[in-house]
């Protein structure tokens, strides 16, 4: 028993330190260090709790004893020690965010949100959240499931406060009308890899809270499905939002497109291709623009020009399942998958989110996207770059993704205000010029 309680702190011990030092290089290592790093970092204080626990439980046995007892034990309290900094760590997402809004906004940005709007702005994590990391949907907000789109069986779900129903037909007033965030799940654009059921959980009930429509979509996955279909799906869950999120409250002229992973590419091409025909067969008139993007985590250069992946296994994926073509064969199909290669100066406004632990997707290739997007937008780019974050920090209620969640529901509520203020402004010209005399000749 000594001996386990020894091997059980070897254990314990190296998975804070892959908290730290993740493993980059080898796609298979690479891929379990980012799975137990994401539980063991994000759930620190749980991961304190269980080791503490299992400490009382050796002891209690009487199996720590001699050398190796107290070796082991002394592993067990660094261990400790280290899961409680990295957990303090999470703190830091506040500043992170903060600064990265404030470059790109301007110091005063809040003050371009109305008092109402700011009202519902939060500033401290949900400590409850926090403890209860899976406890994500709050009873106020609705969850309407498997509602159908597009021509392949596609689903959706959508989020809404119980509170903004008027009626089954709600909000034919568009100024009553709410902003609607369309969420694109990842998972390595692979069947049973992810789904639109258990990604941005709090995000969307945060934002449900604040009476913004959520919907969460889902496309079709390789092998099965080869790129573009992926994206021709999220068009269609666009153009179906576009046309029927009115009966659901939600206001089809403001839309911002978020995703992790796979659907951080996903939906930064929502963002960057509007209106392209080769992503919309049969519904190329449909306009496909949005008002801004969130992508987290995201995957932004198919082709590893840069040489930023730290390893094969995103290029194995794409050329044997996604695109299921050679990049030295077709370079052209990589870069036209590619939200990099997309950019021009009508993007909308991005927030685009990185941790810098991340173990899928290396955070220099979001660092390279966001300067190159903020060189040629004429919109604003913010980039945050998230101490201590794996890949997938925000599924669940962290320090870390509580931060990031209020941070990016500032950039949200900015849009939507400038929008409002656009529309009202664009209004008042429309209502000035109708009421003017017309003029005479002579």
């Not at 720590?64 to 309290?77: L, P």
């Not at 809004?101 to 400590?127: F, H, M, R, W």
């Not at 692979?190 to 709090?202: F, R, V």
């Amino acid at each position: 028993m000594n001996t386990m309680f020894f091997l059980s702190a070897l254990l314990f011990g190296w998975l804070t330190y892959n908290c730290y030092y993740p493993i980059y290089r080898q796609p298979r290592l690479a891929t379990f260090s980012f799975l137990v790093g994401w539980l063991t970092g994000e759930l620190a204080l749980h991961n304190i709790v269980l080791q503490a626990a299992l400490v009382c439980l050796f002891i209690w046995s009487g199996s720590v004893a001699g050398f190796s007892g107290a070796i082991a034990f002394a592993i067990y309290v660094c261990s400790w020690v280290a899961l409680t900094y990295f957990y303090l760590t999470g703190y830091r997402a506040k500043g992170a965010v903060h600064q990265s809004l404030t470059d790109a906004l301007g110091e005063q940005y809040l003050d371009q949100i109305s008092a109402l709007d700011k009202s519902n702005l939060v500033d401290k994590p949900d400590y409850s959240q926090i403890k209860r990391p899976r406890k994500n949907i709050d009873p106020r907000v609705e969850v309407i499931k498997n509602l159908h789109f597009g021509h392949h069986r596609q689903k959706l779900d959508i989020y809404r406060h119980r509170l903004s129903q008027t009626s089954d037909n709600s909000h034919s007033n568009a100024e009553a009308a709410l902003p609607v965030l369309l969420q694109i799940h990842g998972g390595a654009w692979t069947e049973k890899m992810g789904s639109k059921n258990e990604q941005a959980i709090p995000l969307m009930n945060h934002m449900a809270l604040k009476h913004w429509v959520c919907v969460s979509i889902d496309y079709r996955l390789s092998p099965t499905a080869t790129f573009p279909e992926h994206i021709i799906d999220c068009k269609e869950g666009l153009a179906w939002v576009k046309s029927h999120i009115h009966e659901y409250g939600g206001d089809p002229d403001f839309i911002v497109v978020t995703g992790g992973s796979a659907g951080g590419h996903l939906s930064s091409l929502v963002a960057l291709t509007p209106n392209d025909p080769n992503f919309q067969p049969g519904f190329e008139d449909i306009d496909t623009s949005v008002q801004g993007a969130v992508p987290f985590y995201g995957v932004y250069d198919f082709t590893n020009q840069h040489g930023m992946q730290n390893n094969r296994g995103l290029m194995t994926i794409l050329e044997a399942s996604v695109l299921k073509k050679r990049h030295n064969e077709d370079r052209a199909a990589f870069e036209a998958a590619s939200p990099l290669f997309r950019i021009s100066h009508a993007a909308p406004p991005f927030l685009i989110i990185h941790g810098d632990k991340d173990t899928l997707v290396p955070v220099a290739e979001a660092r390279m996207f966001a300067k190159t997007l903020e060189e040629v937008s004429d919109n604003p780019v913010a980039y945050a770059e998230i101490e201590g974050g794996q890949h997938a920090f925000d599924m669940f209620a962290s320090v870390r993704s509580e931060y990031v969640k209020l941070g990016v529901a500032k950039f949200l509520v900015y849009l939507h205000a400038q929008h409002k203020t656009k529309a009202a402004t664009n209004q008042s010209m429309a209502t000035v010029t109708s009421s003017a005399p017309p003029q005479t000749q002579g």
